[in-house]
C-alpha cells in the first residue's frame, strides 16, 4: 500500500513540474467592428473585448488553453470557450493560427427599451466562434507580444415582453459578425 502511494506521489509531481513547465497565460484586448446595423452601449461600431487564456503548450508550436472574457457588444457578453494555437515558426518572428469556439452568456438583467414600442428584454447567450491569424513577436524567454486579424461570430437570443395594453412574449435571435484587430501578451 506504502508503494502504491509513493507512486502515485511521484507521478503526481513528476505531471504537477511538467504542467508548471508548459503552463501558459494569454491577456488579449481586442477591438470588433460591427457593420452599421448593429449598435453598442458606447454608441460606436467598434466594441471592445478582453479575453484571458490559461493552458498548456505542448511544445514550441501547439498550444491549446481555456478562457473567459468579456465583451461589449449591444449589450455586455461573457465568452467561455477553448483556445487552440499554432506558432508556425520557432523564430523570435513568427506567423500565428488561433481559433476559439465556446459559449458566451448574455447580460441576463431585463431591460427596457423602446425602439418603436415599450417592452422589455432579457438577454440569454449562444454559441462563438473566433479565427484569427498574426504574428508574434517574442519579448523575453518567457513572454510574448502577438498581434492578430480576426472574425467573431456571435450567435444570441433574447426573450422579448412587448406591451401593447397585453402581454406577447416572442424570442429573437441574432447573428453577431464582427471583424477584430487583437493584441495579446502571452507569457510562458
Not at 57 to 79: C, E, K
Not at 130 to 144: I, L, S
Not at 178 to 184: A, C, E, G, Y
Request: charged content about 20%.
Amino acid at each position: 500500500m506504502k508503494k502504491r502511494f509513493l507512486l502515485l506521489s511521484l507521478c503526481l509531481l513528476a505531471g504537477s513540474s511538467l504542467w508548471a513547465q508548459n503552463y501558459f497565460n494569454l491577456t488579449q484586448l481586442s477591438f470588433l467592428i460591427a457593420d452599421e446595423n448593429e449598435f453598442s452601449p458606447i454608441k460606436s461600431n467598434m466594441a471592445p473585448s478582453v479575453v484571458n487564456i490559461h493552458g498548456y503548450r505542448f511544445n514550441d508550436h501547439v498550444s491549446m488553453g481555456i478562457g473567459v472574457g468579456m465583451t461589449a457588444m449591444s449589450y455586455l457578453i461573457f465568452p467561455v470557450f477553448a483556445d487552440f494555437r499554432v506558432t508556425l515558426l520557432k523564430d523570435n518572428l513568427s506567423p500565428v493560427l488561433a481559433i476559439k469556439g465556446g459559449y458566451a452568456f448574455a447580460n441576463s438583467k431585463k431591460e427596457i427599451f423602446q425602439e418603436t414600442y415599450n417592452g422589455e428584454y432579457k438577454n440569454k447567450g449562444g454559441g462563438m466562434f473566433h479565427p484569427e491569424v498574426g504574428f508574434k513577436v517574442t519579448m523575453t524567454e518567457h513572454a510574448d507580444f502577438i498581434l492578430t486579424i480576426g472574425y467573431w461570430y456571435q450567435h444570441v437570443k433574447s426573450d422579448i415582453k412587448d406591451k401593447y395594453g397585453y402581454y406577447q412574449m416572442h424570442t429573437r435571435t441574432s447573428d453577431l459578425n464582427r471583424l477584430s484587430f487583437s493584441v495579446s501578451f502571452l507569457f510562458k
